[in-house]
């Protein structure tokens, strides 16, 4: 049963990921579309407005209370991909020429150690601390502080959008043999 119920929740907080988005998606307007800025100042918006919303269900049902999540998302405009994420999923460019490109960076206890020069890439991934998220929907800390980035995108590109656990996977996949996608 209780299995059941942390797959509900799971279920429950994508939804309402999903809604706020769409939501948000909904307002468009060429004021929006104006530049770069304007764009990625959209995605923070958006991304909070799935914070808000986690947030009040969270206070409307008790069962709730608590939930978080991490996101990631790409926004493809024109011939750029503009990234929004918040926690350690990840969202990465794969093209055939140039190999894979990490776009996002990690908020989490154990990227901080990286950044700091306290600890190795290669020694981050199995640290026992890699789990500690520093950035998250849902945390009653505050108001989420998504980060987003954009990039020129190449005809060949390939936009890969990961979850924590897939992250060491895939990268584990590049370095061994290259994708094979054409």
Same mark, same amino acid.
Request: hydrophobic letters at 40%.
């Given at each position: ?22 939501? =948000? ?5 060429? +004021?929006?579309?104006?530049?770069? %800025?304007?764009?990625?100042?959209? /995605? $923070?918006? !958006?991304?909070?407005?799935?914070? =808000? ?5 969270? +206070?409307?049902?008790?069962?709730? %209370?608590?939930?978080?999540?991490? /996101? $990631?998302? !790409? ?108």
């Amino acid at each position: 049963v209780n299995g059941d119920l942390k797959s509900l929740e799971g279920k429950l907080k994508r939804l309402t990921i999903i809604l706020a988005i769409i939501f =948000a998606i909904e307002q468009l307007t060429n +004021k929006v579309l104006a530049n770069d %800025e304007s764009v990625e100042r959209y /995605i $923070v918006n !958006a991304i909070q407005a799935a914070d =808000a919303a986690i947030k009040k269900d969270g +206070k409307q049902n008790p069962e709730h %209370e608590g939930m978080g999540s991490t /996101i $990631v998302l !790409a926004w493809l405009l024109g011939q750029k991909v503009y990234v929004g994420w918040s926690g350690d999923s990840r969202a990465y460019r794969y093209n055939p020429k140039t190999g894979l490109q990490r776009l996002s960076h990690d908020h989490s206890y154990v990227q901080e150690l990286v950044d700091a020069g306290r600890l190795t890439e290669e020694l981050a991934f199995d640290h026992p601390n890699n789990n500690i998220i520093t950035r998250s929907l849902g945390d009653p800390r505050g108001k989420a502080q998504p980060e987003t980035r954009f990039f020129d995108l190449s005809n060949e590109d390939i936009i890969l959008l990961c979850s924590d656990g897939l992250c060491g996977c895939l990268e584990s996949a590049i370095a061994a043999k290259p994708m094979g996608l054409t």
